[in-house]
């Protein structure tokens, strides 16, 4: 178990927590308490404890134990109103945060329910009363207000006038508000102008008209066969002036409409509070709603969190009649899991759909979950994706599972699809899949593209799924919801860590985390491959260490990347694997190493800068072929690519401590070995996958590697470590017969090369492999060109392409 879970030993004397000092503390999340606790004296047990499997800590964590015959349903509530911290074999910690409360009330779970189910299932004879006085301060402060988007604008909704007043003591509240008060008074003095405009060329008009007609009344006086020429330009000047007015009125009547249907909203609206000052239902009932600026959406739901007043979002979708319906089911043949139906429960409890993250591994579907999601709102999709080939992925997948009446558009820098009208008077629905750079990029457009975002921006949608939420930087976040205006946001994610800690920003942008599926369980039954994950420890040459321990930084890398032995390593186990009719995966982040690599074992290498088409070709014969059993990838390859058949990793390079990266890369082969229905609860506990991490001793690899793992340590995966292969010991010699690189002169040789590599070329390299990596789309490749004329011209940040 992780070892900061260890807190029943140790020295309690001093254990005197301030609960709101906590509370804080939890929601920048500084979770752990730095020193161990004994709460044997504090915590009493039930007589009956053994049969229980929850023990509750005074510090807010619960632990679990996975053998109890009562694990299912302690899981499923744990689940509900805690996160958790760390699951391996036998006993589960979990934590109690406010946004786990917040998630726990918002699926229907009141603090008598929670009470109720911790005393049954707990061992603790009471409750903390910390713990206590804390579920009971959070589960309380939740229903008060809530957000809501009607007409593509934002309303806060108070349940009372108290929490309209508290709401309003904040400042983010307070501007979000004043500023979208100036903003509609802006709209209103436009129209007002506009109208007068009218008014004033109606009357010009008019008086034009006047004297025509005084100068055709002199006409008819004098020449009498004028009339009727006369009453027709009169006819026709009225039929204009009238179409006019009618412009006018509706125009006016548009605008009445919307003010008209908002009081009529509020009066039937179910919020009310109580009479104070003796003004009418209406009026009382309008003052609790108001709306709030759209650009300030986030700032005013994180300021909402932090003074403990979230705000419901929830989506009656059934009810809703002003978007249109989208036809979308799934297909007959379409079965979900038992674990993507449960995520989709908390998402869909008491009718109503509400925003937030779905967790589940790598290669469990996440995919076909949003798609159900999608299916069971039926109102209009935004999917946002990484990249281009996710988008592709997306579009076949809702194919595959769902038949669809609407058209299904992808918007990247590649495919534009026509989209759908969805201000057409009949409204019509539809699903658009694009990529979070396509939506946020704020350079210049081209025609087309400015149409489609226009189009994008003027939609209301139903539904925004946002894929590998985890990766997306806040800002980017932000200006992509302010640009798509959804009733619910269902964020979905394989790892919920960043190395920048900045993840609790996506209780605001996106709602609280609904469900984390369990690694191990799900491996347990089938749904994902067994993987054995070791570490293989390799030495450094002599050579190489010499020149290691005097290195700058970034030689070091390449040091302890290259070092021979590691080579030696990597080609033993593909031998080894390819014998035994394995598909292999060797990744590196090192450029040099992977080529190298590549070249000398004779295998192909698949980067940033291999084409399109010859990344196909590649990937083809490796899944459909024995021609070729091993490819090596760099770091575009983490995500994105799905290699079903695959089934070992070697990892020769990665980038420094990420948890996330080393999570992902697991992921390639985590997909089931055989048809997951037929191999779940097949109770078999042989390993059918193996994830290799090749680590120099006695370098900062070590250290990194220790980070990396992690993630994957709290899923409850272990490394076993493997100090030396065995042809490392020098048994097995005709094993190491084989093997290239063995020699000191090829050794010194590669050194040699080594530090003769323009180590700035090297990092360009890298970076470009980044950014290729980071996003495929043209906006991407745009912004490398112009670092790189940067770099060439010296005008850092100064050059600006322009669009023609
Ligand atoms: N209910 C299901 N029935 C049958 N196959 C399923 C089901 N759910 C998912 N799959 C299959 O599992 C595989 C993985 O699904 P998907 O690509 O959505 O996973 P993912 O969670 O998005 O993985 P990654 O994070 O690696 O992209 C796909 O081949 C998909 O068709």
Redesign the pocket.
Known sequence: MDQRSQSFVGDQENYDMDLFDNDREFAEGNLYPTEFQNYTQQVKLKPDHEKRPIWIAPNFKLYLESFSPLYKTATEFLIGIAEPVCRPMYIHEYMITKYSLYAAVSVGLTKEKIFERLDFLSKNEDIPSDVKAFIELYSSRYGKARLVLKDCKYFIECFDRNTRNNLMQIQQIEQAYRSQLRRNAMIEQRLKEQSERQRVEESAETKALRERITNSNSLIASRPTATSTSGMMLNQQSVEQQELTERFMNLKDEFQVLIDQEMEDVDNGQVDGPAQDGSSRAQRKQDLIFEIDPEQIEGVKEACIKENYPLIEEYDFKRDKTLPDLKIELKSTT???PY?EQSLSMMFSNGRARSGVVV?P???????AGITAACTIKKSIMVLCTSGVSVE?WRQ?FFLWANIGGKVCRFTSKTRDQMFNSQAPDGEAGIVISTYNMIAYQGNRSNETSQLMKAIQNTEWGLLILDEVQVVPAAMFRKVLSICKSHCKLGLT?TLVREDEKIDDLNFLIGPKLYEANWLDLQLQGYLARVQCIEVWCEMTPEFYKEYLSARPRLKTNLYVNNPNKFLACQYLINLHESRGDKIIVFSDNLFALKMYAQKLKRPYISGEVGQSERMGILHYFQKTNDINTIFLSKVGD?SI?L?GANVIIQISSHFGARRQEAQRL?RIL?PKQS?EKQAYSNSTEFNAYFYSLVSTNTQEMYYSDKRQQFLIDQGYYFEVIQELPFMSGENNKEKEKLLMQSLREQVEFLTQILQNDEAKFESLEEREELLEDDEDQIGIDRLRKRELNSLTGADGMYEEFQR
């Open positions: 079965q979900i899991r993507q589940l790598c290669g469990a579907g996440k995919t076909l992925q997948q394989a995500t799905d079903p992921g997909r997951a």
